[in-house]
């Protein structure tokens, strides 16, 4: 039961440290995206451990080339964990179509990792067919991954439907952040 | 040794939480809705053995809820006969009531009562019905709530709904933490309990038949799961736990199956899950999202949401399997249907104006009404008398609950103090 909040702090530092860095998932959302998932995930005490990893970060950049795990790269697209989807759509655009690419590569050259995919949906329409939906979104990660070369087994599909939001405003801007895959490592 | 943490989880769980009680107001009330006086009952025992509900007072409470009564303040009455041979018809006559009610309650035993009541034609002077119930101090309440049904369904002519309860879901968010509960409520609101409290998503709670058990859907160890509850001694077991989506679990009208929603074959399906045989059939088998089964009351159809037409309708299929005939047919946007217990209507959320809503579909003349005013409506469910509809509805950015009566004429808000509340589903008539 408790294991569920743990999966999280991988996202969670991600957005902490590189908020700016996540690719703009509206015109106009970018801001608000990194300032509510850092509220509805993060706590201090996940912060500082992570202010350590920061410093080594700055270090690492400034020599021009990643020599950690790519997955720790900032600047990697493989730091773009959350793919945004439009309103009753799992179709993925070619922005997203990229960091997929970027993930499927990182995963099909590493074989024991897995990946969790996390679909979600905005509040709109009805919890169940939200849960559908969510699944629906998730999947179609999924298959662009398998495509590119990652086994089934690497990959972990949940639905959340509508009710883990990552912003909880009734608004546009709010549902444009709550229709989302989160690449969960 | 998890599982014996998690029934002391539950056990923990299990204590009513007293400052969550449900609030609920009448938004709006039949016009030439029927007086009724409901004359406090007399307690014919010792002064310190007083019974401590006021079991009059709840009555009209009941009554004056449904918004088909128009109850008359206690301050008002001339008189406070607790008999029919007290009463003086006249009396009420002037005060423009039309029924009354008298009562009396007695001690029986060290812990018991007896309550008798009397319901009279104010016109006619004439007694309609009139009955003597034993009770105990723990079952007051809910014998004042059978007392409401009795007098509702002599002058309304339905069976009441009071003495039943909902099942809702409660979320609340603290620190970054997120808190779902499944609670039970009386359906006035009181006594809600806690019967399951989680740390991750948990949801559409279904009664059984018996009113004896809830299944629910819950994400617990990053999966989904349907588990069939014990809603008196806590107990659970978990139904299934196929790969993908286990959700939307429905209990057929004779309670042997579960209609649910899986998602192991790789996109969401029908399936009708036999208890007795512990056996599985598929019933839809489609690429589309298939989900929210519900049972006719006859248990030979189910009605569910299929996108395969491009956008979520209703459709309807056997029970036992077969070919799906599409139901809806006006808006662009119908899900989440349930049939009202006569099996003529369906309540569903409609998508108008880009707004969800309640509304109600004549299965017979294909008429659909739709009933709420909100912009985010979901989750509506019948009273089991097919009287009113609750659901869940948006105040500001809360989510609260609502109920409103078939023909669209009586409004009800039902709140909490805090957090969200979302999911409500009434309880079978609870018989005894």
Redesign the interface.
Request: glycine share 8%.
């Given at each position: 039961m408790f294991t569920i909040l743990t999966r999280w702090v991988p996202i969670t530092l991600c957005l902490l440290i590189f908020a700016g860095c996540s690719s703009s998932p509206t015109k106009e959302g970018e801001q608000e995206g990194a300032e509510v998932t850092e509220q509805s995930t993060g706590s201090s005490g996940t912060y500082e451990g992570t202010e350590g990893a920061g410093a080594t970060t700055s270090a690492a950049s400034e020599a021009g080339s990643w020599s950690g795990d790519p997955l720790d790269d900032p600047y990697s697209l493989l730091a773009t964990r959350i793919l945004y989807f439009d309103f009753d759509q799992s179709s993925i655009g070619m922005d997203n179509r990229e960091i997929i690419r970027a993930h499927a590569e990182y995963l099909a050259s590493n074989p024991h990792v897995s990946v969790r995919l996390e679909g979600h949906a905005d509040e709109r329409g009805t919890r169940e067919y939200n849960l559908g939906l969510g699944e629906r979104r998730a999947n179609a990660v999924r298959s662009l991954l398998m495509a590119e070369g990652v086994a089934d087994n690497q990959i972990i599909v949940i639905s959340y439907g509508e009710e883990r939001p990552a912003s909880m405003m009734n608004n546009e801007e709010s549902w444009a952040l709550n229709r989302r895959v989160e690449l969960v490592y | 040794m998890k599982y014996l943490l998690l029934i002391l989880f539950l056990a923990l769980s299990w204590q009513p939480a007293a400052n969550a009680e449900l609030t609920i107001e009448i938004t709006e009330g039949v016009e030439g809705a029927l007086p009724i006086a409901v004359v406090p009952f007399r307690w014919q025992g010792k002064t310190q053995t007083t019974p401590r509900e006021d079991v009059s007072a709840i009555i009209q409470a009941d009554l004056h809820r449904s918004g088909r009564f128009k109850t008359l303040p206690r301050n008002d009455m001339l008189a406070k006969p607790a008999s029919g041979d007290e009463v003086e018809f006249k009396d009420w006559r002037v005060l423009g009531v039309e029924n009354l009610v008298v009562g009396q309650i007695q001690p029986n035993g060290s812990k018991g009562f007896i309550i008798r009541f009397q319901l009279f034609d104010v016109f006619r002077g004439e007694q309609l019905t009139g009955y003597s119930i034993p009770t105990t101090a723990g079952s007051l309440r809910t014998t004042a709530h059978h007392i409401a049904d009795l007098i509702y369904e002599q002058l309304i002519g339905v069976p009441g709904a009071f003495a039943t309860r909902v099942a809702y879901i409660t979320s609340k968010?603290e620190?970054?933490?997120?808190q779902v509960d499944l609670r039970i409520a009386d359906a006035d609101g009181y006594s809600p309990e806690t019967i399951v409290s989680?740390?991750?998503?948990l949801?559409?709670p279904a009664w059984s038949p018996d009113g004896r058990k809830i299944a629910y859907a819950s994400?617990?160890?990053?999966?989904?799961g349907i588990y069939i509850q014990e809603v008196y001694t806590g107990r659970r077991q978990k139904v299934t736990a196929f790969k993908?989506?286990n959700?939307?679990p429905a209990w057929s009208p004779d309670g042997r199956k579960l209609a649910m929603?899986l998602?192991k074959d790789?996109?969401?399906d029908i399936f009708v899950f036999n208890m007795t045989t512990r056996k599985l059939r598929p019933i839809t088998r489609h690429y589309a999202?298939d989900?929210?089964p519900s049972w006719s009351p006859d248990g030979r159809h189910l009605v569910f949401?299929s996108?395969r037409g491009g956008?979520?309708q209703i459709y309807r299929v056997p029970s036992f399997g077969g070919k799906a005939e599409r139901v809806t047919f006006q808006n662009a946007?119908n899900?989440?249907a349930s049939y009202s217990p006569d099996g003529k209507l369906l309540t569903l959320?409609t998508?108008e104006d880009g707004r969800?809503r309640i509304a109600v579909l004549d299965l017979a003349s294909g008429v659909m009404q739709v009933l709420s005013r909100g912009?985010?409506d979901?989750?509506p469910s019948f009273a089991p008398n097919g009287s009113m509809i609750i659901y869940a509805t948006?105040a500001g950015?809360r989510s609260v609950l609502a109920a409103v009566s078939v023909d669209g004429r009586v409004r009800q808000k039902l709140a909490l103090q805090e957090g969200d509340v979302r999911?409500p589903v009434w309880s079978p008539l609870q018989k005894n």
């Amino acid at each position: 039961m408790f294991t569920i909040l743990t999966r999280w702090v991988p996202i969670t530092l991600c957005l902490l440290i590189f908020a700016g860095c996540s690719s703009s998932p509206t015109k106009e959302g970018e801001q608000e995206g990194a300032e509510v998932t850092e509220q509805s995930t993060g706590s201090s005490g996940t912060y500082e451990g992570t202010e350590g990893a920061g410093a080594t970060t700055s270090a690492a950049s400034e020599a021009g080339s990643w020599s950690g795990d790519p997955l720790d790269d900032p600047y990697s697209l493989l730091a773009t964990r959350i793919l945004y989807f439009d309103f009753d759509q799992s179709s993925i655009g070619m922005d997203n179509r990229e960091i997929i690419r970027a993930h499927a590569e990182y995963l099909a050259s590493n074989p024991h990792v897995s990946v969790r995919l996390e679909g979600h949906a905005d509040e709109r329409g009805t919890r169940e067919y939200n849960l559908g939906l969510g699944e629906r979104r998730a999947n179609a990660v999924r298959s662009l991954l398998m495509a590119e070369g990652v086994a089934d087994n690497q990959i972990i599909v949940i639905s959340y439907g509508e009710e883990r939001p990552a912003s909880m405003m009734n608004n546009e801007e709010s549902w444009a952040l709550n229709r989302r895959v989160e690449l969960v490592y | 040794m998890k599982y014996l943490l998690l029934i002391l989880f539950l056990a923990l769980s299990w204590q009513p939480a007293a400052n969550a009680e449900l609030t609920i107001e009448i938004t709006e009330g039949v016009e030439g809705a029927l007086p009724i006086a409901v004359v406090p009952f007399r307690w014919q025992g010792k002064t310190q053995t007083t019974p401590r509900e006021d079991v009059s007072a709840i009555i009209q409470a009941d009554l004056h809820r449904s918004g088909r009564f128009k109850t008359l303040p206690r301050n008002d009455m001339l008189a406070k006969p607790a008999s029919g041979d007290e009463v003086e018809f006249k009396d009420w006559r002037v005060l423009g009531v039309e029924n009354l009610v008298v009562g009396q309650i007695q001690p029986n035993g060290s812990k018991g009562f007896i309550i008798r009541f009397q319901l009279f034609d104010v016109f006619r002077g004439e007694q309609l019905t009139g009955y003597s119930i034993p009770t105990t101090a723990g079952s007051l309440r809910t014998t004042a709530h059978h007392i409401a049904d009795l007098i509702y369904e002599q002058l309304i002519g339905v069976p009441g709904a009071f003495a039943t309860r909902v099942a809702y879901i409660t979320s609340k968010t603290e620190g970054g933490n997120t808190q779902v509960d499944l609670r039970i409520a009386d359906a006035d609101g009181y006594s809600p309990e806690t019967i399951v409290s989680s740390d991750v998503p948990l949801m559409s709670p279904a009664w059984s038949p018996d009113g004896r058990k809830i299944a629910y859907a819950s994400s617990e160890k990053g999966s989904w799961g349907i588990y069939i509850q014990e809603v008196y001694t806590g107990r659970r077991q978990k139904v299934t736990a196929f790969k993908g989506i286990n959700s939307a679990p429905a209990w057929s009208p004779d309670g042997r199956k579960l209609a649910m929603t899986l998602s192991k074959d790789g996109n969401p399906d029908i399936f009708v899950f036999n208890m007795t045989t512990r056996k599985l059939r598929p019933i839809t088998r489609h690429y589309a999202i298939d989900t929210e089964p519900s049972w006719s009351p006859d248990g030979r159809h189910l009605v569910f949401t299929s996108d395969r037409g491009g956008k979520p309708q209703i459709y309807r299929v056997p029970s036992f399997g077969g070919k799906a005939e599409r139901v809806t047919f006006q808006n662009a946007y119908n899900a989440r249907a349930s049939y009202s217990p006569d099996g003529k209507l369906l309540t569903l959320v409609t998508r108008e104006d880009g707004r969800y809503r309640i509304a109600v579909l004549d299965l017979a003349s294909g008429v659909m009404q739709v009933l709420s005013r909100g912009d985010l409506d979901e989750s509506p469910s019948f009273a089991p008398n097919g009287s009113m509809i609750i659901y869940a509805t948006k105040a500001g950015r809360r989510s609260v609950l609502a109920a409103v009566s078939v023909d669209g004429r009586v409004r009800q808000k039902l709140a909490l103090q805090e957090g969200d509340v979302r999911e409500p589903v009434w309880s079978p008539l609870q018989k005894n």
